[in-house]
Nanobody, 123 residues
């Protein structure tokens, strides 16, 4: 069973906007803390933004004022709205969620990752 499904990324020009989503699968009962990471070629994966179950958000300094993370608990979905994109925002974006999966009549805690989606910003 797929636990998290990310929306497609894309190719955008510098200064443009793009939105990503990450949705829990059918066996996911609840989503707790959630985050977006990205990984540029040859670089380590870095935290972009996070949001707690209470809706408290944090952002990397490099994206503050440009990116907005949000969540819809009913839809089991997290979003990342990216504006004023820069070439240095290019990379594979991954969602990471602490979630509860329905298993064997109970719930199991899982630290899950999405499949990753490519975002490319051209100059």
């Amino acid at each position: 069973q797929v636990l998290l499904v990310e929306s497609a990324g894309g190719l955008v020009q510098a200064g443009g906007s793009l939105g990503l989503s990450c949705t829990g699968g059918n066996t996911v009962a609840r989503l707790d803390d959630m985050a977006w990471y990205r990984q540029a070629p040859g670089m380590q994966r870095e935290l972009v933004a996070s949001i707690t179950t209470a809706g408290i958000t944090t952002y990397a300094d490099s994206v503050k004022g440009r990116f907005t993370i949000s969540r819809d608990n009913v839809k089991k979905t997290m979003y990342l709205q990216m504006t004023s994109l820069k070439p240095e925002d290019t990379g594979v974006y991954y969602c990471n969620v602490h979630l509860w999966e329905r298993l064997g009549g109970g719930l199991s805690a899982v630290d899950a990752w999405g499949q990753g989606t490519q975002v490319t910003v051209s100059s």
